[in-house]
């Protein structure tokens, strides 16, 4: 069985540990990950060191290839390397089958994609308990609380009873944001959350990312807007598959 719980000093050749002694929220050593293609074989990830502790606030930038969202996947699960090493939350990413890697992510990580991915024949509020009815967590009442909780945290209680398609994009991204809290996972990790929005939209969910860092969630968002990525605490920039800097 694969254990969900903190890593011991000897499985991670990093020793997984900040400064401070404490276990690092995110740790990769040595990622690589490499697809084929019908040119050949295309390496998307270099041996990627990665540190991330908690309560960080994390851009991650570059061109388009560069390798950003193909680090997300490696981070969330979506994806596995092809070598190294990728700890998240005391959990060995790269070992999980794909059922363990399913409880992780829906206690550990909340995921918000560029596209918004409302079940559209869901109300807002429905999409958000979707999560805690997966999972089972809570008891139906409590779901229901804690939906209107995160969507009023999100300025969108007024709409909890509409559909998606009713919705503005950044409407739709903030119920997005809502849904991928229901859990309370540790982890919030967001791809091009601002891809498909305003320039007005995008600023109130960097904005609501601010609110979130200061609560003490650790947030790391994929963005091609790089006055966006200033407003993060850290940023990091990839290069033809590699940290070029702020790893």
């Keep these: 069985m694969i254990g969900f719980g903190p890593k ?4 991670n050749p990093t020793n997984g540990h900040n400064g401070n002694g404490k276990l690092h929220l995110i740790d990769l050593h040595q990622v690589v990950k ?18 991330v502790d908690e309560g960080e606030f994390v851009s991650i930038i570059g061109k388009s290839g560069s390798g950003k969202s193909t680090l997300i996947n490696m981070i969330t699960g979506i994806d596995r390397p092809t070598s190294g090493e990728v700890w998240v939350g005391g959990a060995a990413v790269q070992d999980l089958t794909e059922g363990q890697a399913a409880v992780w992510r829906g206690r ?11 079940l559209p024949t869901l109300t807002a509020i429905e999409n958000v308990t979707l999560p805690m009815d997966f999972h089972r967590t809570r008891s139906l009442a409590e779901r229901h609380e804690r939906a209107m909780h995160l ?26 944001i809502a849904r991928a809290l229901a859990n309370d996972p540790p ?21 609501l990312f601010e609110r979130l ?29 590699e940290i070029v800097n702020g790893g």
């Design 8 to 11: 011991q000093n000897g499985n």
């Design 187 to 207: 982890l919030l990790a967001a791809d091009e959350p601002t891809g498909n929005l305003d320039s007005r939209a995008a600023d109130g969910i960097f904005r």
């Design 34 to 51: 490499t697809f084929e293609t019908q040119a050949g074989q295309f390496a998307a990830l270099r041996g990627v060191d990665l540190h």
């Design 151 to 176: 969507l009023e945290m999100v300025s969108m209680a007024g709409q909890a009873y509409e559909l998606p398609s009713a919705l503005s994009g950044g409407q739709q991204q903030s119920v997005a």
């Design 108 to 118: 550990t990580i909340g995921i918000v994609f560029q596209f918004f991915q409302l």
């Design 213 to 241: 860092v200061d609560s003490g969630k650790t947030i790391l968002v994929v963005t091609h807007d790089n006055d966006l990525a200033k407003r993060a605490r850290r940023t990091i920039v990839l290069a033809d598959g």
